[in-house]
Each structure stands twice: as C-alpha cells, then as structure tokens.
T-cell receptor, first 112, second 113 residues
Framework: QQPVQSPQAVILREGEDAVINCSSS?????VHWYRQKHGEAPVFLMI?????EQKGHDKISASFNEKKQQSSLYLTASQLSYSGTYFC?????????????FGTGTLLAVQP | DAGVIQSPRHEVTEMGQEVTLRCKPI?????LFWYRQTMMRGLELLIY????????DSGMPEDRFSAKMPNASFSTLKIQPSEPRDSAVYFC???????????FGNGTRLTVT
C-alpha cells in the first residue's frame, strides 16, 4: 500500500525550514528517504529502521515514530541545492527485502 | 565505482515493436530492482531480484513485460509488444543487502508512438 506524503509541494526562501511527512496505515519495517532533481535519478538520503529513531546529517534529519507508521524529514536553513522532489520509500513488516513502495513525492522549491 | 549503468538513455519506438532495456548493477550488490516512473503513477516497483533470482514480479503490469537476470552483472527488461501507455522513465536500482540504500541508474526514457 502506497504511503501518503504531505505536503505535495512547498516553496521556501533560502534559510527557511521545511518538514515533509510520510504516513502509512500499517506499521512498517523501514522507511527510506530519497531526493530526485529534475531529469535525474533519485538519490538516497537516509534509512530508518527503529521506532523512535532519529538521525541526520548536515541540516537534513529524519524521525520514525514509535509505532513505525509515520516518518518526517526535516530540512533546516534550506539551501538552493535542496530543491527537488522528495520521496519516502516504505517496506512493510516482514522485511527485510528492500522491496520499497514509494510515496507520491513532495516537490520542494527553494528560492533565493 | 561507476554506479548502476543503464542503456539506452533514450528509446523511441513505434507501437508493436519489441523494446529491451539493459542494466548493469554495482558489483557485489545482491539486490536488483526495476522501477517505472510516470507523472500519473509515480515510482512503481515492477520486479526485483535477489542473487539473480526473481523474487517478486507482482508489479509487472502485463504479460507483455518480462525481466531476466542471467548473471550478477546484467539484467534486462523487455516489453513485447510495446504500447503508447508504456511510455515512462524506467529505472534500475541495486542494493548491497536488505536494509541498505538503493542506488539508482540514470534511467531509460521510453517513448512509444
């Protein structure tokens, strides 16, 4: 079942923060986050496996709630390079297979 | 490492023709995935392999689609006969293990007229 992402699109000024959410109706095994720039392939950002987990690098971080049904991606002090479409990919319980079902994506545009 | 290599980058063909897309995964990766991306349906998983064995092909839309992985360094996705609704970007991705990142190739943009 496809995860639900919100918002569908967001426009930011450089330096502003954004949060992208990914929700599932059932508990998950894992959630991945990817960024795709126009005309390019999706690029891996991070993977979360444990309920309550939080991880991040630079100014991009993510969380996975205790019930493992919701994940959020946090982008702080956004830069122009953050522009793109962000996808969460979820694996249902019973993994590990890396069989990911991707959400519909969130288009992020960072303006000067 | 060269990453996942897909060919061709672009393919334009007429309805009814056979189309073969090719993928070379990253060396040593155990998993290989074929995804299709369209504006309407987003990123759809078509099929995936583990150690060259097809594990789940439930996403393959019709019998017109077939995929093979004859060895650890090569996979093909074939559409025969092709139809205009098959027009999409087809991505191949590989991962070292389960629970590890997917590395995507640059994709093949297929246009069926």
């Amino acid at each position: 079942q496809q995860p639900v992402q919100s918002p569908q699109a967001v426009i930011l000024r450089e330096g502003e923060d954004a949060v992208i959410n990914c929700s599932s109706s059932k508990a998950l095994y894992s959630v991945h986050w990817y960024r795709q720039k126009h005309g390019e392939a999706p690029v891996f950002l991070m993977i979360l496996l444990k309920g309550g987990e939080q991880k991040g690098h630079d100014k991009i971080s993510a969380s996975f709630n205790e019930k493992k049904q919701q994940s959020s991606l946090y982008l702080t002090a956004s830069q122009l390079s953050y522009s793109g479409t962000y996808f969460c990919g979820t694996e249902k319980r019973g993994g590990a297979t890396n069989k990911l079902i991707f959400g519909t994506g969130t288009l992020l545009a960072v303006q000067p | 490492d060269a990453g996942v290599i897909q060919s061709p980058r672009h393919e334009v063909t007429e309805m009814g023709q056979e189309v073969t897309l090719r993928c070379k995964p990253i060396s040593g990766h155990d998993y290989l995935f074929w995804y299709r991306q369209t504006m309407m349906r987003g990123l759809e998983l078509l099929i995936y392999f583990n150690n060259n064995v097809p594990i789940d092909d439930s996403g393959m839309p019709e019998d017109r689609f077939s995929a093979k992985m004859p060895n650890a360094s090569f996979s093909t996705l074939k559409i025969q006969p092709s139809e205009p609704r098959d027009s999409a970007v087809y991505f191949c991705a590989s991962s070292l293990l389960a629970d590890s990142p997917l590395h995507f190739g640059n994709g093949t943009r297929l246009t069926v007229t």
